[in-house]
């Protein structure tokens, strides 16, 4: 009997990825994912538009539909 080679699963692709930058405010290297970083040291965070995802648009909740 012969077995086929088994492939290993692909990685699951989330669509996130990794960045890094510097810290606009006291230059350390700073990771993030997608754009969006968050020094550890001194606290700067970037502006969420920086980031390359948007953000998920504010659902509004709409009341019960009367009439
Ligand atoms: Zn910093």
């Given at each position: 009997?012969?077995?086929?080679t088994?492939?290993?699963?692909?990685?699951?692709t989330?669509?996130?990825?990794?960045?890094?930058?510097?810290?606009?405010?006291?230059?350390?290297?700073?990771?993030?994912?997608?754009?969006?970083?968050?020094?550890?040291?001194?606290?700067?965070?970037?502006?969420?538009?920086?980031?390359?995802?948007?953000?998920?648009?504010?659902?509004?909740?709409?009341?019960?539909?009367?009439?």
């Amino acid at each position: 009997m012969t077995r086929h080679t088994e492939v290993a699963p692909k990685p699951v692709t989330t669509g996130t990825e990794i960045t890094r930058t510097d810290c606009k405010q006291c230059g350390t290297e700073v990771h993030g994912i997608d754009g969006r970083y968050s020094c550890p040291l001194c606290g700067w965070v970037n502006h969420w538009s920086e980031g390359h995802n948007e953000l998920p648009a504010e659902v509004d909740s709409s009341g019960p539909t009367t009439g």
